[in-house]
């Protein structure tokens, strides 16, 4: 039985393969990013962008792959999974949530084209189309969208999803999206997923909205401070309000059993003088 030859590596992929396992192995940050269907222009806007913060390396995945399997880094093997597209990789010493930031400010938003897929839901508004009457209103009812006319012009009655998240578009689809100016697609570096210190980060992960992110955090703080006083357990962030809170408590127990302090003594006259007066009334009816 002949031997099974073995395929043929050329020294150059070979030290491809190098240069990616030992940039992997040096930074602490590696992402896997889509470069499918980014422009060269847009590329090189994307570099620029990213001068001091990554260095953004391509070839093929296959190669990718191996360099992955040859890094030393734990768990760095699970980035395989996210070798989507057309991928390339970005090393880096940013942390990765800022580095998914300045990747989503560096794109801009495009029209999908046909045979792509919807990258997330595709939602055509209801409002105003600007088209006069004509067989535009055909063509939006063949794909669900409901249309009138108002003020002279087609409008959309009612929001319709015409294409859900990794459903591919078709030539027709695409093209009525791009008339209405709808434009799902964001040219830029998409990152599918992050490595740090032993940890898997995906997109859905890194793209928090940071608005909603520090509100969450204020309102954790606000509940943990108003827990902290009502059990009583003294920290550096609650200790003025705890004792502001004992005075008051004890104050209010003082003048609820008449106790005579510096601070209660002319609170309670006063209160006996009341009492006295409502006393002196009621016993002259």
Sequence with gaps: MAEKKQAHVSDEKKALVKEFTDLMNKYPVIAIVDVENLPARQLMIMRRNLQGKAVLKMTKGRLIKIAIEKSNKPGIAALKEHLGGMPAVL???ENPFLLFKT??????PAPIKGGQKAP?????PAGGTGFAPGPIIGELGAFGIK????GGKVAVKADKVVAK????????LA????RLNIMPMM????LNAAYENGAILTRSVLDIDEEAFIASIVAAHMDALKLSIAQAI???????LLIQKAHRDSLGLAMTQDILTDETKGLILAKAEAQATALKTETNQ
């Design 91 to 93: 090393f880096s010493e």
């Design 103 to 108: 990747l989503k400010k560096s794109s801009s």
């Design 120 to 124: 997330k839901d595709i939602v055509v």
């Design 147 to 150: 249309a009138g006319i108002e």
């Design 165 to 172: 998240e990794g459903e591919v578009v078709n030539a027709k």
């Design 175 to 178: 093209a009525i999206l791009q």
């Design 187 to 190: 040219i830029g570096l998409n």
């Design 234 to 240: 003294p920290t550096t962030d609650n200790a003025v």
